[in-house]
């Protein structure tokens, strides 16, 4: 069955901290892994997508790294601010069906002052 | 939140009522999309339209209907038969459904809630 699993299920920080989110899936065959922010009752918004040639993509201090190898994705976050208190979701769209997207169960970022 | 709207942002229904929620682009998108989200678990597929006057079940379709009459709106109806329809529910368009690389934008939500 194919799956994205995220960890850890939720991260506390205090503002200016580095942080990193962890995505591991097992869709294969897939075209594309994709990282989104949701803040609370709000819809997701796109942060990185990435094919599965791509290594990293960067989006402001936002750098999330794909190793299609070990099927392993990281969304790194640099000098976090208050603003990044969100929930970051991770999602992959497999290449078996022509409309799958795959989406994991999301980290759910606190950054405290 | 782009070119979607969703409305209404909150949404109260009596069981054994049907209720629609409206999703609207203005993105020229062929393609739209309903998700269910619940708590601790991913999004989940309803249903997907790839042009009008045409779409296609998702993973959870059962209880809730659709329709696809201009590019711009893709109305979800939760019906009656929906057993447990509390939950947050997010619209989505993207360029062409088809190609890979496209980007999925996503509405404000309808959260409804059953009482």
């Known amino acids: 069955k194919n799956q994205v699993e995220q960890s850890p299920q939720s991260l506390i920080i205090l503002e200016g901290k580095n942080c990193t989110l962890q995505?591991?899936?097992?869709?294969?065959?897939?075209?594309?892994l994709r990282w989104y922010k949701q803040d609370t009752g709000r819809g997701p918004v796109s942060l990185t997508i990435?094919?599965?040639?791509?290594n990293t993509k960067s989006n402001g201090r936002y750098t999330a790294t794909l190793d299609a190898d070990t099927k392993q994705s990281s969304l790194h976050i640099t000098a976090s601010q208050l603003s990044d208190s969100a929930s970051y979701i991770c999602v992959v769209r497999d290449t078996s069906g022509t409309y799958k997207y795959i989406f994991g169960t999301g980290t759910r970022l606190k950054v405290l002052a | 939140d782009g070119g979607i709207t969703q409305s209404p942002k909150y949404l109260f229904r009596k069981e054994g009522q049907n209720v629609t929620l409206s999703c609207e682009q203005n993105l020229n998108h062929d393609a739209m999309y309903w998700y269910r989200q619940d708590p601790g678990q991913g999004l989940r597929l309803i249903y997907y339209s790839q042009i009008v006057n045409d779409f296609q079940k998702g993973d959870i379709a059962e209880g809730y209907s659709v329709s696809r009459e201009k590019k711009e709106s893709f109305p979800l109806t939760v019906t009656s038969a929906q057993k447990n329809p509390t939950a947050f529910y997010l619209c989505?368009?993207?360029?062409?459904?088809?190609?890979?690389?496209?980007?999925?934008?996503f509405g404000p939500g309808t959260r409804l809630t059953v009482l």
């Open positions: 989505a368009s993207s360029s062409q459904q088809s190609k890979s690389y496209n980007e999925q934008f």
């Open positions: 990435m094919t599965f040639s791509e």
């Open positions: 995505c591991n899936y097992t869709v294969s065959p897939f075209s594309n």
